[in-house]
């Protein structure tokens, strides 16, 4: 079992920034990505950032590259979002998400179809809420 908390979210103007947190307890190493999603009202979750658990791989979706920053501490166990230079577009629910494989599949996949493949076991934390206001 992975456990997930997120921390950081809150209201912020437009252009100002936000780091968010996700300290992650249980097997969090037996995961093949962690990552960020995030879930504005009305529409679909999408992936925004993810990071290869056991490498230094780093993936962006398109609309946040050069915006967000997306970081690990192995020591405190805990996965960071950095985003700057933030848009009213970016408001939404913030969540942590950690997966294992069950299949041959990619951390970009994965954050592209929010979908872990066959047999995946997906974990997600309960999401903490970004508002930007213009």
């Known amino acids: 079992q992975v456990q997930l908390v997120e921390s950081g979210g809150g209201s912020v103007q437009a252009g100002g920034s936000l780091r968010l947190s996700c300290a992650a307890s249980?097997?969090?190493?037996?995961?093949?990505?962690m990552g960020w999603f995030r879930q504005a009202p009305g529409k679909e979750r999408e992936g925004v950032a993810v990071?290869?658990?056991?490498?230094?791989?780093?993936y962006y979706a398109d609309s946040v590259k050069g915006q967000f920053t997306i970081s690990r501490d192995n020591a405190k166990n805990t996965l960071y979002l950095q985003m700057n230079s933030l848009k009213p577009e970016d408001t939404a629910m913030y969540y942590c998400?950690?997966?294992?494989?069950?299949?041959?599949?990619?951390?970009?996949?994965?954050?592209?179809?929010?979908?872990?493949?066959?047999?995946?076991?997906?974990?997600w934390g309960q999401g903490t809420q970004v508002t930007v206001s213009s």
């Open positions: 998400a950690a997966v294992r494989f069950g299949r041959s599949w990619s951390c970009v996949t994965w954050m592209n179809t929010v979908v872990g493949g066959t047999g995946a076991l997906a974990y």
């Open positions: 249980g097997y969090s190493y037996s995961t093949n990505c």
């Open positions: 990071i290869v658990t056991g490498g230094t791989g780093t």
